[in-house]
């Protein structure tokens, strides 16, 4: 049975690791279904996020061969209760004048941000646990979705603890 695994990777922040750690995914036919990079608190280092749909045995061979490689500084699982994993959406909407307030309204409760306004379209940036931007997608269902943009997962461990191993 496959499940969604998000590995946080903790990499020198060198060039050419991105393609080191995504050529381990390729290599082994595992689609990446959400990936974000960044500099960490320090610049030495960054972070990826890493989502991918696998089974558990699959998991274990994939973290064992991201571990192995020379940058990699540590490789934590995000998992429900002991971390924080948000995502990022844009979307687009299309909205006639007398909609427009109808469509704030729903952001607001979703605590979405109004990001553009357009005359016949309003872009809301939302960020969230997946199943919040899932429950604030399926309210839009009577309005037209133009554009949508998943800019990925990003999240750390619960609690206070540096992992660099």
């Known amino acids: 049975m496959n499940n969604i695994y998000v590995l946080s990777v903790l990499v020198n922040n060198t060039a050419g690791i991105l393609t080191r750690v995504a050529g381990l995914f390729t290599r082994r036919a595992y689609n990446i279904d959400s990936l974000t990079v960044?500099?960490?608190?320090d610049p030495k280092f960054s972070r990826m996020t890493?989502?991918?749909?696998?089974?558990?045995d699959d998991a274990v061979q994939i973290i064992s061969q991201i571990k192995k490689l020379e940058d990699v500084k540590s490789v934590d699982v995000l998992k429900p209760g002991t971390s924080?994993?948000?995502?990022?959406y844009?979307?687009?909407?299309k909205v006639l004048p007398e909609?427009?307030?109808?469509v704030m309204t729903t952001a607001d409760i979703f605590r979405a941000n109004i990001v553009d306004v357009a005359p016949e379209s309003l872009m809301i940036e939302i960020t969230g646990a997946l199943s919040k931007v899932?429950?604030?997608?399926?309210?839009?269902?009577?309005?037209?979705?133009?554009e949508m943009a998943h800019a990925g997962m990003t999240g750390l461990n619960r609690g206070n603890v540096k992992n660099l191993n």
Not at 90 to 93: A, D, M, N, R, S
Not at 134 to 146: C, H, P
């Open 38 to 41: 960044g500099e960490t608190e």
């Open 50 to 56: 890493i989502a991918v749909k696998c089974d558990d």
């Open 84 to 88: 924080v994993v948000r995502d990022l």
């Open 90 to 93: 844009l979307i687009k909407v």
């Open 99 to 102: 909609q427009r307030q109808q």
């Open 134 to 146: 899932q429950a604030f997608v399926d309210l839009l269902d009577g309005y037209e979705i133009i």
